[in-house]
Structures are given as C-alpha cells and as structure tokens.
C-alpha cells in the first residue's frame, strides 16, 4: 500500500498597521534581515548603465537583471530579468509613463530556482524622497505572482487581485503608476526589482495604506528570498 502527500507552499500572514514613523522603520529593519539572509551574488560595485541611484527601501538596485549564475556558498541565485520595451539601464519609452499612456510595460524573467512558490515584484523610483525623507516612492507593487509565471504581460490591467491571485498596490491605488519625474533636475531612475519566494503571503491588498502595505510585504519576504533580479529604467519628463 502506497500514501502520497501533497505538499503546499506556505502562506504567510502577516499584519497592517501601525503609525506612518512605525512602518518607516518596520520596512528598514525587514530589509536588513532580508540582506542578512540573502547574500546576494551581486557585485554592488559595477556601475548602471546612467548614474548609479542611491539604495532605497524597496532594495539595493544592484546590477541589471540580465547578470545570472550563483554566488558563493549560501548566495541567492540572481535571476535575469528583462524588458523588450528598452534596455536595462536606458531611457523609458514615453508610452509607459505618465506623460503617455501610462501601460505598465511588458516584463519577463528565467533563471527561476526550484522552489518558487511565488514572485514579488517592486517598481519603485529611488530618486524621491517622501514621508521623512530615508522612503522612496512606491510606483507599483504586485505580490503572490503565481510560481510558474514567466512575466507579465504590457498592460497588467487594475484591481487589487487579478485572476490569477496576483494581488497590487502603487502610491495612488491598485494599478500601475508610471514615471513621472519632472522635467528639471537629472531623469529617475526606477527600479523594478523581483524576488522568488518559497511560499505566498498572506497580505490584503486592501484596508491598509500603501506605506503600511508595501512594509507588511517586505517584512512577510524576511528569510522567503530564493532568488532576485532587477532592471533599471530612466525618464524625466521633456521641457
């Protein structure tokens, strides 16, 4: 006689709340066990195509998503992540901000480690300062991205849960919030930034601000990083 067990991904619940200044420091501090646990086979000194942007909470932008392989022993695979709309460090199209249509652009990744339960990805423009000046701004965030994904499709229409059970938040609701840095100063760069996870979190993407949502999510990834990339895209808005 024969028994055989399925085994399901964890899922993570963790709670909303707290005071602006409490979920500033909530985010830092998951970040850092996150860096503690993850040790990233990224090399910290090669530059980006453009300026190297400043850390911000959502992560260290790090090298482009094209670089793959292992780190040392104990390193999380760095997953290549890229984009058919530009190139890794240059200039967005004008179509994926807010001076165009504002589409969230087409996005696709590989070098998935085994294991990944689900994905996470964070777009966050790390030249805004807000709240006390240490958080960046959030421009999109979509968490439980089903395991077996491969990327996301141009134009991931709005809502706070797809059909798939992608959950998503921005700065300004459940959709896509595209670039929008002004036309003075140097352009921004954003930064999409993408976790494997080894298992789902069990976090709404309703009833809790944003700030409050995005430090539940990071907090929830704490020692579940199984493998990240990043991709860097530039805009200022033109005179």
């Given at each position: 006689?024969?028994?055989?067990?399925?085994?399901?991904?964890?899922?993570?619940?963790?709670?909303?709340?707290?005071?602006?200044?409490?979920?500033?420091?909530?985010?830092?501090?998951?970040?850092?066990?996150?860096?503690?646990?993850?040790?990233?086979?990224?090399?910290?000194?090669?530059?980006?195509?453009?300026?190297?942007?400043?850390?911000?909470?959502?992560?260290?932008?790090?090298?482009?998503?094209?670089?793959?392989?292992?780190?040392?022993?104990?390193?999380v695979p760095v997953m290549t992540l890229?984009?058919?709309?530009?190139?890794?460090?240059?200039?967005?199209?004008?179509?994926?901000?807010?001076?165009?249509?504002?589409a969230s652009p087409p996005l696709a990744?590989?070098?998935?480690?085994?294991?990944?339960?689900?994905?996470?990805?964070?777009?966050?423009?790390?030249?805004?300062?807000?709240?006390?000046?240490?958080?960046?701004?959030?421009?999109?965030?979509?968490?439980?991205?089903?395991?077996?994904?491969?990327?996301?499709?141009?134009?991931?229409?709005?809502?706070?849960?797809?059909?798939?059970?992608?959950?998503?938040?921005?700065?300004?609701?459940?959709?896509?919030?595209?670039?929008?840095?002004?036309?003075?100063?140097?352009?921004?760069?954003?930064?999409?930034?993408?976790?494997?996870?080894?298992?789902?979190?069990?976090?709404?993407?309703?009833?809790?601000?944003?700030?409050?949502?995005?430090?539940?999510?990071?907090?929830?990834?704490?020692?579940?990083?199984?493998?990240?990339?990043?991709?860097?895209?530039?805009?200022?808005?033109?005179?």
């Open positions: 006689m024969y028994f055989f067990f399925r085994l399901e991904p964890p899922v993570l619940r963790v709670p909303c709340g707290g005071d602006g200044a409490a979920v500033s420091r909530l985010v830092r501090l998951s970040l850092l066990l996150i860096a503690m646990s993850c040790a990233f086979a990224v090399d910290a000194q090669t530059p980006q195509r453009g300026a190297q942007p400043p850390a911000g909470p959502g992560g260290q932008p790090g090298a482009p998503g094209a670089r793959g392989g292992r780190g040392g022993r104990g390193a890229t984009s058919s709309a530009w190139a890794d460090g240059g200039q967005m199209p004008v179509k994926y901000t807010q001076a165009g249509e504002e990744w590989s070098n998935v480690p085994e294991g990944a339960a689900s994905f996470v990805l964070i777009l966050h423009d790390v030249d805004a300062a807000t709240g006390n000046g240490t958080d960046d701004l959030l421009q999109w965030m979509l968490w439980n991205i089903p395991g077996t994904a491969t990327g996301l499709p141009e134009r991931v229409p709005p809502g706070s849960q797809l059909p798939d059970g992608t959950r998503q938040i921005s700065a300004t609701g459940p959709s896509y919030r595209g670039p929008g840095a002004s036309a003075s100063g140097p352009a921004h760069h954003y930064v999409f930034e993408l976790f494997a996870l080894d298992a789902t979190l069990d976090v709404p993407a309703v009833g809790a601000s944003p700030p409050q949502t995005r430090a539940a999510v990071v907090t929830g990834m704490a020692g579940h990083v199984r493998g990240k990339a990043a991709y860097v895209g530039l805009f200022k808005r033109q005179p």
